[in-house]
């Protein structure tokens, strides 16, 4: 059993800056690709990066070089540094962890764009 808890959502400016983080517990192992998605209301969850144990990083292509995926396998903890936010950014952010015919999911952290 893996459990992940997301943290660092909350309300910014357009142009502003949040940094994520997700914390896993239970059987977590670098082996996981982990990820962050997000789903805006009335919209269907989309991808917006991945990162495995050896740091290798898949990103949607609206991330435009905005939003930075990081790793701390010590920690078990993942981390999605967002700059440049824009109001279509505004989504709840989920942390998935995957490995083979595995898939865990958090609860999500709101990130809300608005001036």
């Known amino acids: 059993q893996v459990q992940l808890v997301e943290s660092g959502g909350g309300l910014v400016q357009p142009g502003g800056s949040l940094r994520l983080s997700c914390a896993a517990s239970g059987n977590i192992h670098s082996n996981y690709i982990m990820g962050w998605y997000r789903q805006a209301p009335g919209k269907q969850r989309e991808f917006v990066a991945s990162?495995?144990?050896?740091?290798?990083?898949s990103s949607a292509d609206f991330v435009e070089g905005r939003f930075t995926i990081s790793r701390d396998n010590a920690k078990n903890t993942m981390y999605l540094q967002m700059n440049s936010l824009k109001p279509e950014d505004t989504a709840v952010y989920l942390c998935n962890a995957e490995y083979t015919f595995y898939s865990h999911w958090g609860q999500g952290t709101q990130v809300t764009v608005s001036s």
């Open positions: 990162i495995t144990g050896s740091g290798v990083i």
